[in-house]
Each structure stands twice: as structure tokens, then as C-alpha cells.
């Protein structure tokens, strides 16, 4: 009686836990070089918070740092910046080109690049994604402590 | 009395906790609706599908799945995948070639489905559960869609 109580008990709370995790949102640990100088701008990791609340309500606007699903492995996430929502048109040079692409953005769809141009796979090489893809919105850098800021929302020119 | 309330809503909180953690990672049940899929699932089928999460992905030709519409992302569209990554698919004169990491789906009745034709290949990532079985009607259960 008393063993079965308890992995009673332990299952309740593996499950509040996980509903909590999936209602409010996660820690989640940055990777790679795409989003400097934003994330990882020397040797140290990023840890930021992912919240979920704001996919939920449809309120992500341009120049919100988003996590998504990658389009080409869904295995993967990345980290990305807002550039275009729906309706926008956004223009974008080749490299070793100079000729201007313009990319219209139909409906449910978002424009999402690195920070660190040239050096980030984004929606230049795989085009725009699908609303249904974005996971999270990042909003606060949490570990280490030295860098501990908001993030703001900015669209660079 | 109010301990016996505070009691109750504790409770029902953990039930819910534990219908969420089945309905998101185990199996969910999903009420079917429009005539795209129209010879094998009818309008006001009930079925059960497999969660796609982190541990199953596995998808193959010819699965019924339900995914995220590509164009609305709170709504959900029920087709059949026609190839995975790297394969080609062909109407008629058109034809072309699924990226990896994606899927091509395509409604059983096609003079009246919205699918990869008009969107085209859907991203893996979007994919939300793999229909199991049909459970209702009862006269109709079947294993195999």
C-alpha cells in the first residue's frame, strides 16, 4: 500500500510539473554563433527563458526574438529575430550580388533572420515559416547573472 | 467545509494535470469534419490519434495525419502524407520534389481538398499526431485507415 501510494503521489506530480512547464514555459540553453551580438557574445552560453503564453495569444510582433521548430529538421529548434509579418514586403541581398530579392509574406507566415548577418540559417536560405512552427518567445536572458537583462524588441534598418 | 472545497479543487486540479500530460504527449481524440477525406473517414467520425512528440516520429507513406494548417496556425487539417523527404510526387504534368524535413500531403477526395497542391510541402515540425483508429461510429471501427 505505502510503494503504491507513493508512485501515486510521484506521478501527480511529474504530471502538474509537466502541465506547468508546458503552460508557462521553459529554460533553454543558446547554441551557436547565429544571434550575435545578442546571445553569446564571447566563449560563455546564454540561458534564457522561454515563454509560451505569447504564441498562445498571437501577440509576437516585429523584432521579437522567437524560438521555432527548424523547417528542414524537425529535431531542431532555432533562434531567430522577427523581421516581416503578414502582408510586409521584405527585401534581401544575395551574397556576392547586388541585386535586391523582394519576398512578399502571405498570411500565417513570418520573416525570421539572424542576428549575425551571413553567418545564420534563416529565412534567406529556407524562406518564410509557417505561425505554426514558433515554439516560444525569449524575453530574458537568465544565466549568467552578469548578464542578466530584458530583451528588448528592435528592428534594425 | 472550506477544506473540504480546497480538497475537491486540489483534486480536479490533478486530474487535469494528468488529461493534459495524456492528451499532449500520449493519444488525443479528434472529431473529423468537411468531405476531404471522403472515400475512408466521413464528416462526424470520431478518431484517435498518436501524438507526434519527441519520442515517435515516425512518419510514412500512406498515414493519415492530422497537422497545423500551414496558413492558420490554430487549425488543423487532416490529409494523407504521398511522400516524404527527397521523393517526388506527380499530377499530371506538375510534379515536384519534397525537401528534407518535410512532407506532402494530399486529401483522398481530390476534387474537393484543400493540401500540398495549393501550400505546398509542410514542414515535419507542424505535424501534430498520426490517426491511429476510427471509434465512432461503432459500426464503422476500423484499425486500418
Known sequence: MGVWCRVKNLLFGVAIGRTVIDTFGSVARVDGISMQPTFNPNTTVDFVFLSYIPVRFDSIKRGDIIVAISPRNPNETIIKRVIGVEGDVVVSKKKNNTSKIRNFIPRGYYWIEGDHKGHSYDSTSFGPISKGLVVAKVSVIIWPPSRWQLLQSQVNK | ?145
Open chain 2, 1 to 145: 467545509m472550506f477544506k473540504k472545497v480546497g480538497s475537491f479543487v486540489f483534486t480536479s486540479f490533478k486530474y487535469f494535470c494528468v488529461a493534459h500530460c495524456v492528451t499532449e504527449h500520449v493519444a488525443d481524440i479528434f472529431l473529423c469534419s468537411g468531405d476531404s477525406m471522403e472515400p475512408s473517414i466521413h464528416s462526424g467520425d470520431l478518431v484517435i490519434i498518436q501524438r507526434f512528440s519527441k519520442m515517435i516520429k515516425n512518419v510514412d507513406k500512406g498515414d493519415v495525419i492530422i497537422a497545423k494548417s500551414p496558413e492558420e496556425y490554430n487549425k488543423f487539417i487532416m490529409k494523407r502524407v504521398k511522400a516524404v523527404d527527397g521523393q517526388m510526387v506527380r499530377r499530371g504534368i506538375n510534379y515536384q520534389v519534397v525537401p528534407r524535413g518535410s512532407v506532402w500531403l494530399e486529401g483522398d477526395n481530390h476534387t474537393n481538398s484543400t493540401d500540398s497542391w495549393d501550400f505546398g510541402p509542410v514542414p515535419k515540425g507542424l505535424i501534430h499526431g498520426r490517426v491511429v483508429c476510427r471509434i465512432w461510429p461503432i459500426s464503422h471501427f476500423s484499425m486500418n485507415i
